[in-house]
């Protein structure tokens, strides 16, 4: 083999290599969602129904079925008055206002469509004689808030999955980075020594979903 044919060779190969990572690539991008601009309800037939069943077939747990049809039947009735009992909207099972201004914020939001909260673990706590560093991580991209209190903490958030981001808590709020991540590391400055305080971490992942413990204490050394 000439060396012309040799670097022809080496050239097409390589090629081959590009086309097929692009297309593995390519592969994995999410198929981007068109908002939607009618309401749909049981009996509507057409492309935005099944953009719709598309969207919900992207979490099981919202459309287990994940039929995309075309056709508003049971099963995507089903699976919209679940989407809303997920979001806090009316259970009525179909696609009003509200519920398609839901679905097109989160569309537009790039983050999918997730209902689940961010695992809090690997918790650890560093406890000085003015300060305390709360550590812990989490199983995706989230925001940390810790809260601290010479009393309990009080919420009105149930510990667990909940979307009230924005909810009442009792306490001094720690300043933290406003970033998301999967790694906290919060310190708490500027407290007295020998003394108990409570404190409430909360993570928050892109979806707005939330995680929180409940009130828990611990006392800085003298």
Not at 126 to 146: H, K
């Amino acid at each position: 083999m000439t060396k012309k044919n040799t670097i022809a060779k080496i050239g097409f190969t390589s090629m081959g290599i590009l086309l097929a990572i692009i297309f593995i690539v390519g592969a994995q991008v999410p198929k981007a969602h068109a908002a939607l601009i009618n309401e749909l309800d049981f009996g509507s037939r057409g492309s935005e129904v099944t953009q719709l069943q598309e969207f919900l077939a992207t979490n099981p747990m919202i459309y287990p079925a994940g039929i995309v049809s075309g056709n508003f039947g049971p099963l995507t009735r089903s699976a919209v008055a679940q989407f809303q009992l997920a979001y806090d909207l009316p259970q009525v099972g179909r696609v009003g206002p509200m519920t398609r201004a839901k679905i097109n914020e989160i569309m537009s939001s790039g983050f999918g469509l997730d209902t689940s909260a961010p695992n809090m673990d690997n918790k650890s706590m560093q406890i000085g004689r003015n300060d305390a560093t709360i550590n812990w991580t989490t199983n995706e991209l989230a925001q940390g808030q810790v809260y601290y209190d010479l009393s309990p903490i009080r919420s009105d958030e149930a510990s667990g999955h909940t979307r009230q981001e924005t909810s009442y808590v009792s306490g001094t709020s720690v300043p933290n980075n406003a970033g998301v991540r999967t790694a906290q590391s919060v310190v708490i400055s500027g407290l007295q020594p020998n003394t108990p305080y409570y404190y409430f971490t909360r993570a928050i992942d892109n979806s707005k979903n939330v995680n929180v413990t409940l009130s828990k204490m611990f006392r800085t050394n003298q």
